[in-house]
């Protein structure tokens, strides 16, 4: 069934009217300020650098499949990187987007569920996750959009990634779209850890865990329900003014054990991996893949810049196998 209504883009800071509470987040602070305080722990034993694999092996698999993630771990992932939406019927899914019509066929699959986005001068129609049931979702192919190779790809639920993941390499989550969730009344904090305590994820030796969040009242509100698992908070480009200052970083250290900046940002103020490190925070840049301009013509030598010049602790990439290791 078609629906009218505007889709609220995604937004990485909030205004008073969106925050979660006065109360949680006052509490979120006080939990992660005591944290804080203490060194962090390395992300890969030994304190050697980090290897995310950015949405799996995506430059070689489709993203966010089981294969790309499967793909991801032999070529020596440390984390392996799982967006995360949320169905109609309230299960996480690894999903990059909050609407399925760029990776599935979506719209031949169920060509009267979409909504019309009014946020540009045209509406455009869109087939949003929440939209669909679990089962509805499973019936879509996410693999022929990357290559025909990959036809009958499904969307995998969170549980079936963690199966997967879980024992062999780390879990570098994101939790999508917040602003999109809270205002329907979901809590995807609270379904991931739900799904983490029922798979024995906390403090698990042999799964390290990061969340990650582009939105500051999220990595808040998951100090609350999950104190002890590390949370880093995402900054795009145009939002490098909230950590462009040694005080800036420090500051965020509040209220997450890491940042994860562009990677644009690193190479325009390498300073913020001292400060993030004088504040006891990780730095994970994004995203490093062979077919970004802005790297150096041989993807290896980017990330070793960035690694051992910089100094960052670790780098999402689509390439894993690229990954220089020392």
Same mark, same amino acid.
């Given at each position: 069934m078609m629906r009218r209504y505007t889709i609220l883009p995604t937004v990485t800071a909030m205004t008073s009217t969106h925050v979660v509470s006065s109360a949680i987040c006052g509490a979120a602070l006080g939990v992660v300020a005591f944290g804080s305080l203490a060194a962090a722990q390395p992300l890969v034993a030994g304190g050697k650098k980090a290897l =995310?694999? *950015?949405?799996?092996?995506?430059?070689?698999?489709?993203?966010?499949?089981?294969?790309?993630?499967?793909?991801?771990?032999?070529?020596?992932?440390?984390?392996?990187?799982?967006?995360?939406?949320?169905?109609?019927?309230?299960?996480?899914?690894?999903? *990059?987007?909050?609407?399925?019509?760029?990776?599935?066929?979506?719209?031949?699959?169920?060509?009267?569920?979409?909504?019309?986005?009014?946020?540009?001068?045209?509406?455009?129609?869109?087939?949003?996750?929440?939209?669909?049931?679990?089962?509805?979702?499973?019936?879509?192919?996410?693999?022929?959009?990357?290559?025909?190779k990959f036809a009958g790809a499904r969307i995998p639920t969170f549980q079936e990634a963690i199966d997967l993941v879980k024992g062999k390499a780390g879990m570098y989550p994101e939790l999508k779209d917040p602003e999109f969730y809270r205002e329907r009344g979901v809590k995807p904090e609270e379904l991931l850890a739900a799904i983490m305590k029922k798979n024995g994820l906390i403090n698990d030796p042999k799964t390290p865990f990061v969340i990650q969040s582009f939105d500051?009242?999220?990595?808040?509100?998951?100090?609350?329900?999950?104190?002890? =698992?590390?949370?880093?908070?995402?900054?795009?480009?145009?939002?490098?003014?909230?950590?462009?200052?040694?005080?800036?970083?420090?500051?965020?250290?509040?209220?997450?054990?890491?940042?994860?900046?562009?990677?644009?940002?690193?190479?325009?103020?390498?300073?913020?991996?001292?400060?993030?490190?004088?504040?006891?925070?990780?730095?994970?840049?994004?995203?490093?893949?062979?077919?970004?301009?802005?790297?150096?013509?041989v993807l290896r030598d980017d990330m070793t810049k960035f690694l051992y010049t910089y100094g960052v602790d670790a780098v999402f990439t689509d390439n894993p196998d690229q990954f220089p290791r020392k």
């Open positions: =995310v694999a *950015h949405r799996g092996a995506s430059s070689y698999a489709p993203e966010h499949t089981i294969a790309a993630y499967a793909l991801a771990m032999q070529q020596g992932a440390d984390f392996v990187e799982q967006d995360l939406a949320v169905t109609k019927d309230g299960v996480l899914v690894c999903i *990059h987007d909050l609407t399925l019509e760029r990776t599935t066929n979506v719209e031949e699959v169920f060509p009267t569920r979409f909504t019309e986005d009014k946020s540009g001068a045209t509406p455009v129609k869109r087939w949003l996750v929440y939209d669909l049931t679990l089962a509805e979702i499973k019936t879509l192919d996410a693999g022929s959009w990357f290559d025909r500051a009242d999220t990595i808040k509100a998951l100090a609350m329900v999950l104190p002890g =698992v590390e949370r880093v908070y995402l900054v795009s480009p145009q939002d490098i003014g909230q950590i462009d200052t040694e005080a800036k970083v420090k500051a965020v250290a509040g209220w997450a054990t890491g940042i994860g900046p562009n990677r644009l940002i690193v190479d325009k103020q390498p300073d913020i991996v001292k400060w993030a490190h004088a504040a006891k925070m990780h730095v994970t840049p994004w995203t490093f893949r062979e077919k970004d301009p802005a790297k150096f013509q």
